[in-house]
């Protein structure tokens, strides 16, 4: 597949997350944004404003919910432009809030660093059924982590 | 504490709760409910039809959101009996789920079988800080489990 062919699979697999963002009644209320995908690593947003807590920082439910999601949206993201069927669950997580935080919800997900895409797609394809171990996390945009997760996804083959 | 005063402390402290749930915005859009307290277990729900992924089954976000929400609940309810002002915070959590729920959202939360109240609140006044383990689960009306959280609570006392 040539740069531009992929490009275009990228960008259409994208979009319809971008889509399905909008359309599920939890993530439209935190309005979370898909802010940016790089082919390895998928940035979401949502404001402070409607995911705050009492103590007027970002809420526990909310950053935990973000980070899940953002994980999820990564393996839909490879499955699609790998041209895979598959329902994606998330198996099990394990997060940590580090600080509060008193700022928009930043949250990247990427592979976690022993893991790779392309064994998983082979198992998928081959077995019906793939597991991978994600990572995620929240931080301010210098850089500083006020919360992570740990999260291991599941893919089941359609039909 | 006689047993009448002890229950209307209860009931202010859950109609405080019931205000806040429908007040925070993430939450609210979940339509989630504190449907009752036992003195030890909080229970809270959220219906199917607004938590609902690209699968029919409940959101994993909206999944991990309320049991983490219901353990903040149950602090916040504990440390207002107690007739102590704290803010309170989720350290951190583990959560696995079990399997895809295709019913309404029910989760309850209670202490982790090594805790115990006494002295958490103790610590809390003597320290100002003290920290917590819960334990909450989604399961289904008749019992089975479908996802559960472990999770670290601090409160940290206020002025």
Chains 1, 2 share one sequence.
Do not use: C
Request: net charge neutral; glycine share 8%.
């Amino acid at each position: 597949m040539d740069a531009v062919l992929k490009n275009a699979t990228r960008e259409s697999a994208l979009e319809a997350l971008r889509a399905y963002t909008r359309e599920l009644v939890p993530l439209a209320a935190m309005q979370v944004r898909v802010a940016g995908y790089d082919g390895s690593r998928l940035r979401m947003d949502a404001p402070l404003a409607v995911n705050m807590n009492d103590k007027g920082s970002a809420f526990g439910g909310s950053m935990t919910s973000l980070m899940t999601y953002a994980g999820w949206g990564l393996v839909t993201l490879q499955l699609h432009q790998a041209g895979l069927q598959a329902d994606v669950f998330v198996a099990d997580s394990t997060v940590r809030y580090r600080k509060p935080l008193y700022a928009d919800l930043q949250a990247e997900a990427e592979l976690a660093p022993e893991e790779s895409w392309a064994p998983f797609l082979e198992t998928l394809v081959q077995r019906g059924r793939a597991r991978i171990q994600l990572q995620a996390r929240i931080a301010l945009p210098e850089g500083e982590v006020m919360a992570d997760l740990s999260g291991r996804y599941v893919a089941i083959a359609k039909g």
